[in-house]
């Protein structure tokens, strides 16, 4: 009798943005004159930047010439990319990274999602809540958790509430974890971390012999410049931290998929009877045994990102995204709403209106004034109460959705 992983029962029904993928649709069947403005997933909808198109196009050039093919590459990702990512995202902030500890991917979601593949299943996960569910349900995947309760709550799972008190970053939590997500610029919440509040997270992680899993992936959005692009500004966080990036918001690349995972030499883990072990060989592992590399073609385009020209192509297309979301925080403001985020981020959460329901309001919006968002609900039960909108779209729809919602 073949049997399943009867771990995936206890997943409740659906992933978040399917449903509202599935809800969206059902709306657009039954009303094909309303024109959805979408404000809700994260999708970027400006072009690839010109400097990455070129030199997608010389690379699928070489790829039709035998004397200049590629195959298989490096499954930890080509040394001409890791290397312009050392001098440019780490070593000009004054940070030590060597390239041996760059693991190229396809997406911060796919790492964040296998990296727990490497560490105990009697590991206690701590996440914000509200969170990104990825962190939470490939846990529960895994056999990590207990049940799901009344409240989306998991059993063994560490909820930390991030809340307007709180600015959105939380206090350390009470009982000791393992293992502990963090995720800013934060999405949902937009909220960013300064380098004194990631310094607490850091003590704890070294004092507990914790693992801090940082997710970075909008940290090209930060326009305060004391504010932190990465977890390793903090001295000893090479100790303790595992860094994720990713070029989809940052260049366009949510179609073309390219990431990378950053795994200190100095970080270890450790065996049940106590004795250290390196993390990023069993990383590398994992890397190699499961994954074939991205391709040449994408990486060859990835690299152009760091070029003069695409740097200033890169920083056009995020000023107009978060044109966008200042944009979106301005009027709903002057509409009376409760708006975070948005700064230094390009999500803007929105306290719903007389204690309406996220989901209530999400389906308001969609049917009143044909705009998505997305539920707070849908991001952990601190969520509830509130919604998610994304700075990714046209600077007019943008514009539009306001007027709509203004005349809700």
């Known amino acids: 009798m073949i049997t399943i992983n009867e771990n995936f029962l206890k997943l409740k029904a659906g992933y978040l943005f399917p449903e509202i993928g599935r809800r969206v649709a059902a709306f657009a069947k039954a009303n094909p004159a309303a024109r959805i403005i979408r404000l809700g997933i994260g999708d970027v909808t400006e072009p690839l930047p010109d400097a990455v198109i070129k030199a997608m196009h010389e690379a699928v050039d070489q790829m039709g010439r035998r004397d200049t093919f590629h195959g298989y590459g490096p499954e930890q990702g080509y040394e001409f990319l890791r290397k312009v990512i050392v001098e440019n995202d780490y070593a000009s902030r004054g940070v030590k990274i060597d390239t041996d500890e760059i693991f190229i991917s396809d997406g911060a979601k796919c790492d964040t999602g296998n990296i727990q593949e490497i560490f105990g299943l009697d590991n206690i996960i701590a996440v914000t809540d509200p969170v990104y569910p990825v962190y939470v349900d490939t846990n529960v995947m895994a056999g990590r958790t207990g049940d799901c309760d009344a409240n989306s709550r998991y059993a063994k799972i560490v909820y930390l509430p991030c809340t307007a008190q709180n600015n959105f970053v939380p206090a350390l939590p009470k009982e000791k974890v393992d293992i502990l997500y963090l995720c800013y610029p934060n999405n949902p919440t937009g909220a960013v971390a300064t380098k004194e509040q990631l310094k607490v997270w850091v ?107 695409g740097k200033q192509q890169v920083r056009r297309i995020i000023d107009l995204y978060m044109e966008n979301a200042a944009l979106m925080v301005k009027s709903l403001t002057e509409l009376g709403y409760k708006v975070y985020g948005g700064c230094n981020a390009p999500y803007v959460w929105v306290k719903t209106p007389n204690n309406v329901g996220s989901w209530e309001f999400f389906d308001l919006l969609l049917q009143k004034a044909n705009v998505v968002c997305t539920p707070g609900a849908g991001f952990g039960a601190a969520g509830e109460g509130y919604l998610r909108l994304s700075a990714f779209n046209q600077p007019e729809r943008v514009k539009e959705a306001m007027d709509r919602i203004a005349n809700l």
Request: overall charge positive; some cysteine; aromatic content about 14%.
């Open 203 to 309: 003590d704890y992680a070294k004092q507990h012999k914790s693992l801090i899993l940082f997710d970075a992936a909008y940290e090209a959005y930060i326009r305060d410049p004391k504010l932190p692009h990465t977890i390793y500004e903090i001295d000893g966080a090479k100790d303790v931290a595992i860094e994720f990036r990713s070029y989809s918001k940052t260049a366009g690349f949510t179609g073309i998929r390219c990431a990378f995972t950053v795994v200190p030499k100095s970080l270890k883990a450790y065996t049940k009877d106590g004795k250290a072990v390196e993390v990023a060989p069993l990383w590398n592992r994992r890397h190699c045994t499961k994954f074939n590399g991205v391709s040449y073609v994408t990486q060859i385009g990835t690299t152009a990102v760091y070029t003069p020209q």
